[in-house]
C-alpha cells in the first residue's frame, strides 16, 4: 500500500509539473503567433508597393537632355593692381595706395559692397639668376586682385575704361552669366524639353515593339550644366576722330542644360 501510495504521488507530480511547463509556454507561443503574422503582413506589405510593375509589363529607361538659351544680365570681373619696390614693405605701401584708388573707383560705378571680393594678396621676393650663382633678390611684387559683378551690362565698358584710369594694371574677364532667380526660370523649360523628348522616344520605342507606353514609372534630375561663357577679346572703338576710346564687350548668349532619366512601362 505504502509503494502504490508513493508511485501515485511521483505520478501526480509528474502531471502538474508538465502542465505547469505548458502553461507557461502558451504565451510564448501566442507571442510567436503574433510575431510571424506582422513579419508576413509586413512581407506581403514589402512586396506590393506603391511602383508595383504587372508581370506583362516591359521597363524601358531614356535619357534625354535639353537646352535653353539666356542672354546674360551679369558679368564677373577680376581686376587689381600690381606693384614692385626694392624692398617688402615699400611694395605692399604702393600697392595699398593703388588699390585703394581702384576700390573707390569701383563703388562710384555703383558696384554694391556684396559684389565686391578680394580674391587674392600676394607679396612675392624678385630674383636675378646668373650661372653657377644663387639666385639674388633685386626686389619685391606685391598684388591685390578682386572680383566685382556688374549687374548692369550697359556700363561695363565704362567701368573697366575707370578701372585702368584709376590705376589698375590687371584685368582679366569678363565671364557672363545669369542671375538666380532668370537661371532657374531657364533651367525649367530645360527641364520640359527634357520631359517631351523623353516621352517622344519612349512613343518610338514602343511603337517600334509593338507595345504602348502605359505611365512613367520614375523621373530623376541626372545633372545640370550652364557653361560659363568663353572669355571675349574686349575691343577698343573711336568714336570720332580725337575722342577718346572706349571698350565695347558683347555678352553673346548663354546655354544651360538639363538631362533627365525617366523609367517608362510599357505593355500591350
Known amino acids: 500500500m505504502t509503494r502504490s501510495s508513493s508511485t501515485y504521488t511521483v505520478a501526480r507530480s509528474r502531471s502538474i509539473g508538465n502542465a505547469s511547463i505548458r502553461n507557461s509556454l502558451r504565451p510564448l507561443a501566442l507571442a510567436a503567433a503574433l510575431a510571424f503574422g506582422a ?5 506581403a506589405s514589402a512586396q506590393t508597393p506603391s511602383g508595383y510593375v504587372a508581370n506583362d509589363s516591359t521597363l524601358l529607361s531614356v535619357s534625354a537632355t535639353s537646352d535653353a538659351k539666356r542672354t546674360p544680365n551679369i558679368a564677373t570681373i577680376s581686376t587689381g593692381v600690381v606693384t614692385q619696390a626694392a624692398d617688402a614693405n615699400a611694395a605692399m605701401r604702393a600697392n595699398a595706395e593703388q588699390m585703394a584708388k581702384v576700390v573707390a573707383a569701383i563703388k562710384a560705378a555703383g558696384i554694391a559692397e556684396r559684389d565686391i571680393q578680394t580674391s587674392g594678396i600676394n607679396l612675392s621676393p624678385q630674383y636675378r639668376y646668373v650661372e653657377n650663382q644663387p ?3 633685386t626686389g619685391y611684387q606685391a598684388n591685390n586682385n578682386v572680383n566685382l559683378v556688374v549687374r548692369d551690362l550697359s ?10 584710369a584709376t590705376g589698375a594694371n590687371q584685368i582679366n574677364g569678363p565671364t557672363f ?3 538666380d532667380k532668370e537661371k532657374d526660370v531657364a533651367f525649367d523649360e ?4 527634357a520631359i517631351e523628348k523623353a516621352q517622344a522616344r519612349a512613343e518610338m520605342y514602343a511603337k517600334t515593339l509593338g507595345m504602348k ?3 512613367i514609372v520614375s523621373v530623376s534630375e541626372g545633372g545640370r550644366f550652364a557653361p560659363p561663357m568663353p572669355m571675349p577679346m574686349m575691343a577698343m572703338r573711336m568714336e570720332k576722330a580725337g575722342a577718346a576710346a572706349d571698350t565695347s564687350v558683347s555678352p553673346g548668349e548663354n546655354t544651360l542644360s538639363m538631362s533627365l532619366d525617366v523609367v517608362f512601362e510599357l505593355g500591350k
Open 39 to 43: 513579419a508576413t503582413a509586413m512581407t
Open 135 to 137: 639666385p639674388a633678390i
Open 155 to 164: 556700363k561695363l565698358g565704362k567701368i573697366l575704361d575707370s578701372l585702368v
Open 177 to 179: 552669366d545669369i542671375d
Open 190 to 193: 530645360a527641364r520640359r524639353g
Open 213 to 215: 507606353v502605359r505611365r
